[in-house]
């Protein structure tokens, strides 16, 4: 875990109790319903019987980095989620569009929380056993295509990231002509015109920072509605994430779950963000450790326990 002194942790526990005021400033526009949904929230969970949080890594817990193995929990994270890991009747799940061992050894939670991979791809459980959905043959042989395209790729100066299920070409420090370039390389794997799935199973997504070759089947939202179909009902559910692949989590919790967006730092436009299902806006890092501190700081009712 990284180190973290006591004033410092009682600072970021202190910021929580400014989360709703700063949020107040958030404009109809958005399509976000605010302050009242977090003071909603924030009210039922000490009644709670049992509480999940599912979070995402890059973008929500820890800023965006050119080398992803530089890319460290904001300071104070790790920390703050260790409190809710070991609180009880409390269910921590880490989704990442990162490889799931990967992610959670850049976390460095011990123990270990349940960590979903690869957007849903994988698995890995707090017992460290790594599962992984099956990959179609199809879009193996998409993806070793796209491989074949990595030299061109790199002379226009992408980062590639492979995984299981998907490649990840990465252009965050790119001038728009060299973007142009690599989005030309990209060019036979742009959606078909009439709407339909491409016959080799897979489909190519922007995200921030970059654009993703993936295989059709599980992401963000397939976690989140299997973690609804093992909860009870009157589990209290948040999750948090920051980008288009998070969308498809928002839109799964179905009012099941407090839907949280948190925004880069410094975010002060927000009538210019691209539309989201979440209910809720959170800018890192100091709204969202407010967020988490105020989780960590609410015990379960002890009529519950």
């Known amino acids: 875990m990284h180190g973290m002194s006591t004033i410092h942790l009682r600072q970021q526990v202190a910021r929580h109790a400014a989360t709703s005021s ?10 976000l319903s605010g302050p009242q949904a977090l003071t909603d929230f924030f009210d039922r969970l000490p009644h709670a019987r049992r509480r999940v949080l599912m979070i995402d890594y890059d973008g929500t817990l820890a800023p965006f980095s050119t080398d992803r193995f530089l890319a460290q929990p904001y300071a104070g994270a790790s920390e703050l989620l260790m ?16 490889p799931a061992r990967e992610a959670a050894d850049l976390l460095g939670l011990a123990p270990r929380p349940e960590t979903w991979g690869v957007h849903g791809w994988e698995r890995l459980t707090p017992a460290g056993q790594l599962v992984r959905a099956i990959l179609p043959a199809q879009a193996k042989l998409a993806l070793h295509r796209l491989l074949a395209l990595r030299p061109q790729l790199e002379e226009a100066g992408a980062l590639i990231e492979e995984k299981y299920a998907s490649i990840a070409v990465h252009t965050r420090a790119l001038a728009d002509e060299s973007v142009k370039r690599v989005r030309h390389v990209l060019a036979e794997f742009e959606p078909r015109a009439d709407g339909q799935p491409r016959p080799d199973a897979v489909y190519l997504q922007a995200f921030d920072g970059g ?4 295989a059709l089947g599980p992401n963000k939202g ?4 299997g973690v609804l179909r093992e ?9 948090l994430g920051d980008d288009v692949t998070d969308e498809d ?3 799964a919790l179905g009012g099941r779950g407090l839907a949280v967006r ?19 806006a959170l800018r890192a890092p100091d709204e969202l450790l ?5 989780w960590g700081d609410t015990p379960i009712g002890a009529a519950q326990l």
């Open 290 to 294: 407010g967020f988490l501190a105020r």
């Open 211 to 214: 654009y993703e070759l993936r």
């Open 83 to 98: 409190r809710i890991h070991t609180q009880p009747a409390t269910r921590l799940v880490i989704v990442s569009g990162r």
């Open 231 to 239: 909860e009870t009902r009157d589990t209290l559910i948040a999750y």
């Open 222 to 225: 397939t976690v989140v509605r």
């Open 22 to 31: 700063m949020l107040r400033r958030l404009r109809p526009q958005t399509g």
């Open 262 to 280: 948190v925004l880069p730092p410094g975010t002060t436009d927000l009538t210019a963000l691209r539309p989201s299902a979440a209910q809720v």
């Open 249 to 251: 989590a928002f839109h």
